[in-house]
C-alpha cells in the first residue's frame, strides 16, 4: 500500500557497494559512537507470549511494542536502505535514543531463499569500508592509522577493510547491533520476490519461483537459525494479503487472498496456521504475526466465498466487507488460527492508513474516533482487541504531515492505540516512501522533528521521567531507556507508564543466574555492567520431589520433547508459580543442573543442551 520516491530510490541505486576513498572529513561524520555502556544481554530470556489481548514476559509481567519500519530487505537491494548514507551503529545507536523498542524488517522470500541454500543474494546501495584495515608504516617511517580513509559500517567489511560481505551475513550483523542498543527485531515476508514494488503482489506464492512450501521452508529455516537469540522474537507471515473481485467479467477467486475453513492455496487462514505450526515447532517462542486481508464476504447476511452468485453482485449491492490490503480481520470472528500448540504466540496485525495513502469513505465527513470505529476500526480489528480475543499490532500506520485530515487520523489512531495498550509499528524510518514519508531525511542521520513529535507519545515509555522502556530485561533502550527488569524493579509500581493511557503496575523481576562454566570463552563485555539500584531478589527454590522412573531429564512442560519451550515453563514457574506451576512429573524432569531444586540454571541447562553446548542432562 506504500510507493518508493523514484528520486530517492535512484540515489540508493546508484550508491557505491563499497567505498574506499571516503575523505577524512566524511569519515569523521560517519564514525560510529561507542560501545554501549551495558554489556549485551546473552540470557535468551526475553521471549513474549500472549494472554487474552495482551503480551507479557517470561515472569508475567506485561509489554508493549511500539516500533517502527525499516523497509529494503525486501527490494532489490537486499538490504535495509540508508546504509549507503550512514553507519549502522549511528543508526540503531539513534533509533533507540529515540525509544523505539522494536523494528519491523521487510524482507523477501527470494532473499531468505538464498540464505537457506547457502547462495545470499548480492547486495547493493551499502557504503562500507575500513580503509586502511590497520595501521600501515611507509618508508619514510610515517604512520598511516587504520580507518583514515574510510571508516563507515567497517563490521560489514572483511579483513582487508573493502570486500563486502554478503547479505545474509550484514542482516546478522544488524541483529547483533539490535541486541547492543536495546531493539527488538521481527521480520515481515513482505513480498515473495525481492521487488522495490512487491507489496502490490497479492499472494505469498507465485513470483521467483516462491511456492507455499518454499514460503514456509525459508521461515522455518530462519526461526531455527535464530531460536536461541531473543533479538528476532517473531514472524510476521505475509505483509498485506490482499486481491478482490473485479466488476469486468473477472471472476479468478483464486488469485485473490481469502479467509474462510478451506484448504484451498489462497485461503489465507489456512496457509497461516500451517506455517505457524510449523515455525512454532522448531521456536515456540516466537511471535506470529498474522495480517489480514482485503476482501470479506459478509457472512452475517449468508454469503460466503462459494455462495452463488456471489462474484456477479453488482458493486452497489455488494455482497463484500472492503478494507485496505491486509486490513480486513473480520474473519477472525469466524475462523480465527489456532495452531496446534494453541494460541499464546498469536498476534493479528493489520494496517491502517489516512487519505495520504487513499480517500476512503470513512474519512468523508467529520471523523472523529468514534465514528472511524463505527465506519471502519470496530468490526474490522479493533473487536479483536476489545474482546479479549487476541493481541493487536498496526504493523503500518503514518503518513504526511498535512496539517489537516490526514495528520487528524493519525493523531486519533495514536490515542486510540494508547489507551487501548494496541501494539504497532510506525511506517517507517526511511525517508523514501513516497506516499508517506519517513522518520528521517535523506541522509538517514536527521530526523524530522515535527513527525516524530506526533509519533513520539506512542512510545512505550514512564509516565512522569519520560524514560524509554525497552523489551530486553538487561539491556536498556538508548541514552534515555530502561531495561524491562528496571522498569518492573523502580518505575512501574511508582510511577507506571502510559499504557493504557497511563497505568501502574506491580510486576516481578527475575535476575537470571551467572552462566555454568563452558569450554567457550565468553566475548568480554567493554564495559562494566553498572551496580543494579536495588537488592536482587534470592533466587526461588522449589523443592522437588522423588523422580519417577520415568524421568526424561530436560522436559519441563512434559511434551514428550526437550525445547527451549522447557526453559521458558522453568522461568515463568519461577517468576509467577501460582500461574505457571509446574506439574510434579515437570519438577522431576526439570531438575538438570546438578544441583537440588528448579532454578534459573536448569533453564540454562536446557538451552544450553538444545544449543548443542553440552550432549547430555542431566548436567554430570
Same mark, same amino acid.
Given at each position: 500500500? /506504500?510507493?518508493?520516491?523514484?528520486?530517492?530510490?535512484?540515489?540508493?541505486?546508484?550508491?557505491?557497494?563499497?567505498?574506499?576513498?571516503?575523505?577524512?572529513?566524511?569519515?569523521?561524520?560517519?564514525?560510529?559512537?561507542?560501545?554501549?555502556?551495558?554489556? $549485551?544481554?546473552?540470557?535468551?530470556?526475553?521471549?513474549? =507470549?500472549?494472554?487474552?489481548?495482551?503480551?507479557?514476559?517470561?515472569?508475567?509481567?506485561?509489554?508493549?511494542?511500539?516500533?517502527?519500519?525499516?523497509?529494503?530487505?525486501?527490494?532489490?537491494?537486499?538490504?535495509?536502505?540508508?546504509?549507503?548514507?550512514?553507519?549502522?551503529?549511528?543508526?540503531?545507536?539513534?533509533?533507540?535514543? =529515540?525509544?523505539? +523498542?522494536?523494528?519491523?524488517?521487510?524482507?523477501?522470500?527470494?532473499?531468505?531463499?538464498?540464505?537457506?541454500?547457502?547462495? !545470499?543474494?548480492?547486495?547493493?546501495?551499502?557504503?562500507?569500508?575500513?580503509?586502511?584495515?590497520?595501521?600501515?608504516?611507509?618508508?619514510?617511517?610515517?604512520?598511516?592509522?587504520?580507518?583514515?580513509?574510510?571508516?563507515?559500517?567497517?563490521?560489514?567489511?572483511?579483513?582487508?577493510?573493502?570486500?563486502?560481505?554478503?547479505?545474509?551475513?550484514?542482516?546478522?550483523?544488524?541483529?547483533?547491533?539490535? /541486541? @547492543?542498543?536495546?531493539? @527488538?527485531?521481527?521480520?515481515?515476508?513482505?513480498? #515473495?520476490?525481492?521487488? +522495490?514494488?512487491?507489496?502490490?503482489?497479492?499472494?505469498?506464492?507465485?513470483?521467483?519461483?516462491?511456492?507455499?512450501?518454499?514460503?514456509?521452508?525459508?521461515?522455518?529455516?530462519?526461526?531455527?537459525?535464530?531460536?536461541?537469540?531473543?533479538?528476532?522474537?517473531?514472524?510476521?507471515?505475509?505483509?498485506? !494479503? =490482499?486481491?478482490?473481485?473485479?466488476?469486468?467479467?473477472?471472476?479468478?477467486?483464486?488469485?485473490?487472498?481469502?479467509?474462510?475453513?478451506?484448504?484451498?492455496?489462497? +485461503?489465507?487462514? =489456512?496457509?497461516?496456521?500451517?506455517?505457524?505450526?510449523?515455525?512454532?515447532?522448531?521456536?515456540?517462542?516466537?511471535?506470529?504475526?498474522?495480517?489480514?486481508?482485503?476482501?470479506?464476504?459478509?457472512?452475517?447476511?449468508?454469503?460466503?466465498?462459494?455462495?452463488?452468485?456471489?462474484?456477479?453482485? #453488482?458493486?452497489?449491492?455488494?455482497?463484500?466487507?472492503?478494507?485496505?490490503?491486509?486490513?480486513?480481520?473480520?474473519?477472525?470472528?469466524?475462523?480465527?488460527?489456532?495452531?496446534?500448540?494453541?494460541?499464546?504466540?498469536?498476534?493479528?496485525? !493489520?494496517?491502517?492508513?489516512? /487519505?495520504?495513502?487513499?480517500?476512503?469513505?470513512?474519512?468523508?465527513?467529520?471523523?472523529?474516533?468514534?465514528?472511524?470505529?463505527?465506519?471502519?476500526?470496530?468490526?474490522?480489528?479493533?473487536?479483536?482487541?476489545?474482546?479479549?480475543?487476541? #493481541?493487536?499490532?498496526?504493523?503500518?500506520?503514518?503518513?504526511?504531515?498535512?496539517?489537516?485530515?490526514?495528520?487528524?487520523?493519525?493523531?486519533?489512531?495514536?490515542?486510540?492505540?494508547?489507551?487501548?495498550?494496541?501494539?504497532?509499528?510506525?511506517?517507517?524510518?526511511?525517508?523514501?516512501?513516497?506516499?508517506?514519508?519517513?522518520?528521517?531525511? +535523506?541522509?538517514?542521520?536527521?530526523?524530522?522533528?515535527?513527525?516524530?513529535?506526533?509519533?513520539?507519545?506512542?512510545?512505550?515509555?514512564?509516565?512522569?521521567?519520560?524514560?524509554?522502556?525497552?523489551?530486553?530485561?538487561?539491556?536498556?533502550?538508548?541514552?534515555?531507556?530502561?531495561?524491562?527488569?528496571?522498569?518492573?524493579?523502580?518505575?512501574?509500581?511508582?510511577?507506571?507508564?502510559?499504557?493504557?493511557?497511563?497505568?501502574?503496575?506491580?510486576?516481578?523481576?527475575?535476575?537470571?543466574? /551467572?552462566?555454568?562454566?563452558?569450554?567457550?570463552?565468553?566475548?568480554?563485555?567493554?564495559?562494566?555492567?553498572?551496580?543494579?539500584?536495588?537488592?536482587? !531478589?534470592?533466587?526461588?527454590?522449589?523443592?522437588?520431589?522423588?523422580?519417577?522412573?520415568?524421568?526424561?531429564?530436560?522436559?519441563?512442560?512434559?511434551?514428550?520433547?526437550?525445547?527451549?519451550?522447557?526453559?521458558?515453563?522453568?522461568?515463568?514457574?519461577?517468576?509467577?508459580?501460582?500461574?505457571?506451576?509446574?506439574?510434579?512429573?515437570?519438577?522431576?524432569?526439570?531438575?538438570?543442573?546438578? @544441583?537440588?531444586?528448579?532454578?534459573?540454571?536448569?533453564?540454562?541447562?536446557?538451552?544450553?543442551?538444545?544449543?548443542?553446548?553440552?550432549?547430555?542432562?542431566? $548436567? @554430570?
Amino acid at each position: 500500500m /506504500k510507493k518508493l520516491t523514484k528520486v530517492l530510490a535512484a540515489m540508493a541505486a546508484a550508491a557505491a557497494v563499497t567505498v574506499t576513498g571516503t575523505s577524512s572529513a566524511i569519515s569523521n561524520i560517519l564514525t560510529a559512537p561507542n560501545e554501549s555502556a551495558a554489556a $549485551v544481554d546473552t540470557n535468551n530470556d526475553d521471549w513474549i =507470549h500472549a494472554k487474552g489481548s495482551r503480551l507479557y514476559d517470561m515472569n508475567g509481567n506485561e509489554v508493549w511494542l511500539t516500533g517502527a519500519n525499516w523497509f529494503g530487505l525486501n527490494c532489490s537491494e537486499n538490504s535495509p536502505h540508508g546504509l549507503y548514507a550512514c553507519d549502522v551503529d549511528v543508526f540503531l545507536k539513534a533509533v533507540a535514543d =529515540h525509544g523505539i +523498542n522494536v523494528i519491523r524488517f521487510p524482507i523477501s522470500s527470494e532473499l531468505l531463499l538464498s540464505w537457506m541454500e547457502g547462495t !545470499p543474494n548480492e547486495v547493493s546501495s551499502v557504503q562500507a569500508s575500513y580503509n586502511p584495515p590497520q595501521d600501515v608504516v611507509g618508508e619514510d617511517g610515517t604512520i598511516t592509522p587504520a580507518g583514515k580513509y574510510g571508516d563507515i559500517n567497517r563490521d560489514f567489511v572483511l579483513e582487508d577493510g573493502k570486500t563486502l560481505k554478503n547479505s545474509m551475513e550484514i542482516f546478522d550483523i544488524i541483529m547483533q547491533k539490535c /541486541k @547492543k542498543y536495546g531493539i @527488538k527485531a521481527f521480520i515481515d515476508i513482505h513480498s #515473495p520476490d525481492a521487488n +522495490n514494488s512487491g507489496h502490490n503482489y497479492e499472494l505469498w506464492y507465485g513470483k521467483a519461483g516462491i511456492t507455499t512450501e518454499i514460503w514456509i521452508d525459508t521461515l522455518v529455516w530462519l526461526a531455527d537459525k535464530y531460536k536461541n537469540d531473543d533479538t528476532l522474537i517473531g514472524y510476521d507471515l505475509k505483509n498485506e !494479503p =490482499h486481491g478482490k473481485r473485479g466488476y469486468t467479467g473477472d471472476k479468478c477467486p483464486d488469485t485473490i487472498a481469502k479467509w474462510d475453513d478451506s484448504t484451498d492455496e489462497n +485461503n489465507w487462514k =489456512h496457509a497461516a496456521e500451517t506455517c505457524a505450526n510449523a515455525i512454532l515447532e522448531v521456536n515456540p517462542n516466537a511471535l506470529i504475526i498474522i495480517e489480514g486481508v482485503e476482501q470479506y464476504p459478509k457472512t452475517d447476511k449468508g454469503f460466503t466465498y462459494d455462495t452463488p452468485d456471489i462474484w456477479d453482485a #453488482p458493486a452497489d449491492k455488494s455482497p463484500w466487507y472492503g478494507a485496505w490490503w491486509g486490513g480486513n480481520l473480520r474473519g477472525v470472528k469466524d475462523y480465527p488460527v489456532v495452531p496446534e500448540s494453541g494460541t499464546s504466540q498469536i498476534i493479528y496485525s !493489520p494496517h491502517d492508513y489516512g /487519505k495520504s495513502v487513499y480517500a476512503q469513505t470513512w474519512f468523508e465527513k467529520d471523523f472523529t474516533t468514534q465514528t472511524l470505529l463505527d465506519d471502519y476500526w470496530y468490526d474490522t480489528w479493533a473487536y479483536i482487541n476489545d474482546q479479549d480475543i487476541a #493481541p493487536l499490532l498496526i504493523g503500518e500506520w503514518g503518513g504526511h504531515m498535512d496539517g489537516a485530515e490526514n495528520q487528524k487520523w493519525m493523531e486519533l489512531l495514536r490515542d486510540y492505540m494508547i489507551d487501548n495498550h494496541i501494539n504497532h509499528t510506525f511506517w517507517c524510518l526511511n525517508p523514501n516512501s513516497g506516499d508517506t514519508g519517513g522518520l528521517l531525511g +535523506n541522509d538517514f542521520k536527521t530526523w524530522d522533528d515535527e513527525k516524530y513529535g506526533l509519533f513520539e507519545p506512542s512510545l512505550w515509555q514512564t509516565q512522569t521521567s519520560g524514560k524509554y522502556i525497552g523489551l530486553d530485561h538487561q539491556v536498556a533502550l538508548g541514552v534515555n531507556g530502561i531495561s524491562l527488569n528496571e522498569f518492573y524493579a523502580n518505575y512501574a509500581n511508582s510511577e507506571g507508564s502510559n499504557i493504557d493511557g497511563g497505568t501502574k503496575s506491580n510486576g516481578t523481576v527475575v535476575e537470571p543466574e /551467572k552462566p555454568a562454566a563452558t569450554t567457550t570463552k565468553p566475548a568480554p563485555a567493554t564495559t562494566t555492567k553498572p551496580t543494579p539500584t536495588t537488592t536482587k !531478589p534470592a533466587p526461588v527454590v522449589t523443592t522437588v520431589p522423588a523422580p519417577s522412573t520415568d524421568v526424561v531429564y530436560g522436559d519441563a512442560n512434559c511434551d514428550g520433547k526437550v525445547t527451549i519451550a522447557d526453559a521458558t515453563a522453568i522461568l515463568q514457574s519461577i517468576g509467577n508459580a501460582d500461574e505457571f506451576a509446574l506439574t510434579e512429573q515437570g519438577t522431576a524432569n526439570a531438575d538438570v543442573d546438578g @544441583k537440588e531444586g528448579i532454578t534459573a540454571a536448569d533453564a540454562l541447562a536446557i538451552q544450553q543442551y538444545d544449543a548443542k553446548l553440552i550432549t547430555a542432562l542431566p $548436567v @554430570k
